[in-house]
Protein backbone atom coordinates (compact mmCIF):
# COMPACT_ATOMS: atom_id res chain seq x y z
CA UNK A 1 0.00 0.00 0.00
CA UNK A 2 1.43 3.41 -0.86
CA UNK A 3 0.25 7.00 -0.82
CA UNK A 4 -3.61 7.66 0.00
CA UNK A 5 -6.12 5.59 -0.22
CA UNK A 6 -9.87 6.17 -0.13
CA UNK A 7 -12.97 3.94 0.41
CA UNK A 8 -15.23 3.24 -1.29
CA UNK A 9 -14.11 5.04 -5.27
CA UNK A 10 -18.32 5.26 -5.86
CA UNK A 11 -21.15 5.90 -3.45
CA UNK A 12 -24.59 6.26 -4.37
CA UNK A 13 -27.14 6.59 -1.66
CA UNK A 14 -30.37 8.24 -0.81
CA UNK A 15 -31.05 11.29 1.30
CA UNK A 16 -32.55 9.32 4.29
CA UNK A 17 -29.15 7.06 4.36
CA UNK A 18 -26.32 6.51 6.83
CA UNK A 19 -22.75 5.73 4.91
CA UNK A 20 -19.28 6.93 5.43
CA UNK A 21 -16.06 7.46 3.89
CA UNK A 22 -12.84 6.37 4.33
CA UNK A 23 -9.65 7.55 4.06
CA UNK A 24 -5.94 6.22 4.74
CA UNK A 25 -2.24 7.12 4.02
CA UNK A 26 1.04 5.72 4.27
CA UNK A 27 2.97 8.56 3.71
CA UNK A 28 4.03 9.06 7.82
CA UNK A 29 2.23 12.08 7.82
CA UNK A 30 0.68 14.22 10.72
CA UNK A 31 -1.61 16.51 8.60
CA UNK A 32 -4.87 15.51 6.81
CA UNK A 33 -7.59 16.99 5.22
CA UNK A 34 -11.06 16.40 3.41
CA UNK A 35 -11.99 18.41 0.08
CA UNK A 36 -14.73 18.27 -1.79
CA UNK A 37 -14.55 18.65 -5.57
CA UNK A 38 -17.74 19.68 -7.62
CA UNK A 39 -17.59 20.30 -11.24
CA UNK A 40 -16.08 23.22 -12.48
CA UNK A 41 -15.86 24.99 -9.02
CA UNK A 42 -12.65 25.45 -6.91
CA UNK A 43 -11.58 22.76 -4.35
CA UNK A 44 -13.53 23.43 -0.83
CA UNK A 45 -11.32 22.74 2.13
CA UNK A 46 -14.20 21.18 4.49
CA UNK A 47 -12.14 20.05 7.58
CA UNK A 48 -8.72 19.70 8.91
CA UNK A 49 -6.83 17.68 11.02
CA UNK A 50 -3.60 18.18 12.80
CA UNK A 51 -2.24 14.93 15.01
CA UNK A 52 -5.61 13.61 15.23
CA UNK A 53 -6.67 16.92 16.64
CA UNK A 54 -9.33 19.06 14.37
CA UNK A 55 -8.09 22.67 13.76
CA UNK A 56 -10.60 23.75 10.78
CA UNK A 57 -14.15 23.25 10.06
CA UNK A 58 -15.00 25.29 7.15
CA UNK A 59 -18.54 26.27 8.22
CA UNK A 60 -19.16 22.63 6.72
CA UNK A 61 -22.95 21.61 6.92
CA UNK A 62 -23.47 18.94 10.28
CA UNK A 63 -24.89 16.25 7.88
CA UNK A 64 -21.09 15.92 7.29
CA UNK A 65 -19.38 14.74 10.19
CA UNK A 66 -15.40 13.85 10.57
CA UNK A 67 -13.58 11.58 12.68
CA UNK A 68 -10.18 11.33 12.76
CA UNK A 69 -9.10 7.89 15.20
CA UNK A 70 -5.36 8.22 14.50
CA UNK A 71 -2.95 9.94 12.25
CA UNK A 72 -2.96 7.55 9.25
CA UNK A 73 -7.37 7.19 9.28
CA UNK A 74 -9.61 9.72 8.15
CA UNK A 75 -13.26 9.23 7.85
CA UNK A 76 -16.26 11.42 6.54
CA UNK A 77 -19.75 10.55 7.96
CA UNK A 78 -22.54 11.20 5.84
CA UNK A 79 -26.38 11.43 7.01
CA UNK A 80 -29.51 12.72 5.43
CA UNK A 81 -27.69 14.50 2.50
CA UNK A 82 -29.09 17.10 0.17
CA UNK A 83 -28.63 16.01 -3.67
CA UNK A 84 -26.55 19.23 -4.20
CA UNK A 85 -24.09 17.23 -1.97
CA UNK A 86 -22.73 14.87 -4.86
CA UNK A 87 -19.76 15.46 -5.78
CA UNK A 88 -15.85 14.03 -5.57
CA UNK A 89 -14.54 13.99 -1.91
CA UNK A 90 -10.82 14.12 -2.03
CA UNK A 91 -9.00 13.11 1.12
CA UNK A 92 -5.30 14.47 1.70
CA UNK A 93 -2.76 14.61 4.03
CA UNK A 94 0.74 16.96 3.94
CA UNK A 95 3.75 16.38 5.77
CA UNK A 96 4.03 19.81 7.46
CA UNK A 97 1.45 21.03 9.78
CA UNK A 98 -1.53 23.04 8.10
CA UNK A 99 -0.83 26.15 7.06
CA UNK A 100 2.90 25.78 6.55
CA UNK A 101 5.89 24.45 4.28
CA UNK A 102 6.07 23.89 0.68
CA UNK A 103 2.16 23.25 0.49
CA UNK A 104 2.22 19.88 -0.98
CA UNK A 105 -0.92 18.03 -0.35
CA UNK A 106 -0.76 14.22 -1.49
CA UNK A 107 -4.35 13.32 -2.33
CA UNK A 108 -6.40 9.99 -2.74
CA UNK A 109 -8.52 9.49 -6.07
CA UNK A 110 -11.51 10.36 -4.02
CA UNK A 111 -14.97 9.14 -3.35
CA UNK A 112 -17.43 9.93 -6.24
CA UNK A 113 -20.69 10.59 -4.21
CA UNK A 114 -24.28 11.13 -6.03
CA UNK A 115 -27.12 11.80 -3.45
CA UNK A 116 -30.22 10.54 -5.00
CA UNK B 1 -14.09 37.03 -0.29
CA UNK B 2 -10.60 36.19 -1.46
CA UNK B 3 -10.54 34.54 -4.98
CA UNK B 4 -8.19 32.46 -7.61
CA UNK B 5 -9.33 32.64 -10.89
CA UNK B 6 -8.63 30.59 -13.73
CA UNK B 7 -9.98 30.21 -17.47
CA UNK B 8 -11.67 26.83 -17.71
CA UNK B 9 -10.91 26.26 -21.27
CA UNK B 10 -10.69 23.97 -22.76
CA UNK B 11 -7.41 25.12 -24.14
CA UNK B 12 -6.13 23.07 -27.26
CA UNK B 13 -2.62 23.12 -28.01
CA UNK B 14 -0.77 21.30 -31.04
CA UNK B 15 1.61 19.03 -30.23
CA UNK B 16 5.06 20.19 -29.79
CA UNK B 17 3.72 23.61 -28.82
CA UNK B 18 3.97 25.86 -25.92
CA UNK B 19 1.11 25.70 -23.46
CA UNK B 20 0.41 28.88 -21.47
CA UNK B 21 -1.87 28.56 -18.74
CA UNK B 22 -2.65 31.94 -16.48
CA UNK B 23 -3.85 32.47 -12.95
CA UNK B 24 -4.76 35.82 -11.12
CA UNK B 25 -5.34 35.96 -7.41
CA UNK B 26 -6.40 38.91 -5.38
CA UNK B 27 -5.05 38.52 -2.03
CA UNK B 28 -1.85 40.77 -2.52
CA UNK B 29 -0.22 39.46 0.57
CA UNK B 30 0.16 35.90 -1.11
CA UNK B 31 3.19 33.77 -0.66
CA UNK B 32 3.04 31.18 -1.97
CA UNK B 33 1.94 29.77 -5.28
CA UNK B 34 1.01 26.20 -6.63
CA UNK B 35 0.29 24.18 -9.50
CA UNK B 36 -1.14 20.67 -9.69
CA UNK B 37 -2.05 18.08 -12.22
CA UNK B 38 -5.22 16.31 -11.93
CA UNK B 39 -5.94 14.01 -15.30
CA UNK B 40 -9.39 12.79 -15.98
CA UNK B 41 -10.51 10.54 -13.00
CA UNK B 42 -7.38 10.55 -10.97
CA UNK B 43 -6.40 13.33 -7.80
CA UNK B 44 -4.36 16.27 -8.07
CA UNK B 45 -0.97 16.03 -7.74
CA UNK B 46 1.60 18.65 -7.37
CA UNK B 47 4.31 19.43 -10.21
CA UNK B 48 5.12 23.10 -9.93
CA UNK B 49 5.32 25.53 -6.74
CA UNK B 50 7.19 28.73 -6.68
CA UNK B 51 7.54 31.94 -3.91
CA UNK B 52 9.67 34.62 -5.82
CA UNK B 53 9.16 36.49 -8.47
CA UNK B 54 10.20 35.41 -12.00
CA UNK B 55 10.69 32.18 -13.65
CA UNK B 56 11.25 28.79 -12.31
CA UNK B 57 12.16 26.14 -14.60
CA UNK B 58 11.84 22.13 -13.55
CA UNK B 59 12.18 20.41 -17.23
CA UNK B 60 9.68 21.22 -20.00
CA UNK B 61 8.08 23.14 -16.76
CA UNK B 62 8.24 26.94 -16.31
CA UNK B 63 6.49 28.72 -13.83
CA UNK B 64 6.00 32.62 -13.92
CA UNK B 65 4.83 34.83 -11.31
CA UNK B 66 4.46 38.53 -10.86
CA UNK B 67 3.29 39.63 -7.65
CA UNK B 68 3.13 43.27 -8.83
CA UNK B 69 0.74 42.21 -11.37
CA UNK B 70 -0.97 39.51 -9.69
CA UNK B 71 -0.78 36.76 -12.10
CA UNK B 72 0.96 33.12 -12.23
CA UNK B 73 1.58 31.29 -15.18
CA UNK B 74 2.52 27.82 -15.84
CA UNK B 75 4.71 27.09 -19.23
CA UNK B 76 4.86 23.78 -21.00
CA UNK B 77 7.64 23.37 -23.55
CA UNK B 78 7.08 20.52 -26.44
CA UNK B 79 3.91 19.81 -25.50
CA UNK B 80 3.15 16.05 -25.35
CA UNK B 81 -0.51 14.51 -25.90
CA UNK B 82 0.15 13.07 -22.22
CA UNK B 83 0.36 16.48 -20.67
CA UNK B 84 -3.99 16.60 -21.21
CA UNK B 85 -5.43 17.25 -18.10
CA UNK B 86 -6.91 19.77 -16.05
CA UNK B 87 -4.39 22.13 -14.13
CA UNK B 88 -5.30 23.46 -10.81
CA UNK B 89 -3.51 26.93 -9.65
CA UNK B 90 -3.35 27.12 -5.51
CA UNK B 91 -2.05 30.21 -4.05
CA UNK B 92 -1.19 30.29 0.23
CA UNK B 93 -2.71 33.58 0.92
CA UNK B 94 -1.85 36.32 3.71
CA UNK B 95 -3.46 34.15 6.10
CA UNK B 96 -1.58 30.36 5.26
CA UNK B 97 -5.10 29.64 3.75
CA UNK B 98 -4.53 27.70 0.74
CA UNK B 99 -7.07 29.01 -1.76
CA UNK B 100 -7.90 26.91 -5.50
CA UNK B 101 -8.58 28.01 -8.40
CA UNK B 102 -10.98 25.82 -10.83
CA UNK B 103 -8.89 24.63 -13.06
CA UNK B 104 -7.85 24.90 -16.82
CA UNK B 105 -8.35 21.78 -18.82
CA UNK B 106 -5.84 21.84 -21.10
CA UNK B 107 -6.28 19.45 -24.67
CA UNK B 108 -2.38 18.32 -26.65
CA UNK B 109 -3.91 17.58 -29.87
CA UNK B 110 -1.42 15.04 -31.97
Known amino acids: ETGVTQTPRHLVMGMTNKKSLKCEQH?????MYWYKQSAKKPLELMFV???????ENNSVPSRFSPECPNSSHLFLHLHTLQPEDSALYLCASSHEPPGQGAGELFFGEGSRLTVL | QKEVEQNSGPLSVPEGAIASLNCTYS??????FFWYRQYSGKSPELIMFIYSNGDKEDGRFTAQLNKASQYVSLLIRDSQPSDSATYLC??????????WGAGTKLIIKP
Open chain 1, 27 to 31: LGHNA
Open chain 2, 27 to 32: DRGSQS
Open chain 2, 90 to 99: AVRDSNYQLI
Open chain 1, 49 to 55: YNFKEQT
